[in-house]
């Protein structure tokens, strides 16, 4: 469902990584299911979209661990964390994880707006991808899970990506001037409450899962600088 946009210019574009830029949330689950496995814990794939999805690393072992009362510790979550970390290092290795349009959408879009990511992944995972794909340079900002206390769907990250974004380019950008691009109904709620504006693309959901948006795209080859600026 599409909502009616504030009347704002829009000045900059926040993505998110997962789902949006990287084919990776069933690298993702890949690794939570191996890693989770390794330690006798059975994880289902309609689960981990269902209930999962929308957590950084830490989060989806805290609220698993909640969850089945397995009462993991911070140091037994860490350790999860970089175990789960290095097997999706691993799952990259076999190919690329972007979706089709992704790099073009990057290049188009940095031609016009500023650019920034908020995401619930790892730096380096983020960076892995983005470097071996020559598309770092088209990003000021890239926040990550290691940046925020709180993720998504907390509006911190978003609100860190708009200010970071403002000194970057050395002006006050409002959220209202800023649009977020999302696969998942935690990103998007996360993006509404820093208040910015949103697209939801239908890589992971439908629309219908998505609740409102300013926007909605069923691929990044939707996505085009006119399209921005006609919201």
Known sequence: MERSAPPHAVKAVVFDFDGVIANSEPLHFSAFRDVLGDVGIPFGEQEYYAAYLGYDDIGVFRALSRARGLGWSMEDVSRLV?????????????????????SDAIA?????FPLAIASGALRAEILRVLEGAALDRFFRVVVAAEDTPASKPAPDPYLLAVSSLSRQIGQDLAPAECVAIEDSKWGLESARRAGLRTIGITHTYSADLLGPVDLAIDSLNDLTVARLRQL
């Not at 970089?82 to 992704?102: D, H, N, T, W, Y």
Request: glycine content about 12%; aromatic content about 4%.
């Open 82 to 102: 970089a175990q789960k970390a290095v097997r999706m290092e691993i799952l990259e290795r076999e190919g690329s994880v972007l979706f089709p349009g992704a």
């Open 108 to 112: 188009r879009l940095a031609g016009s």
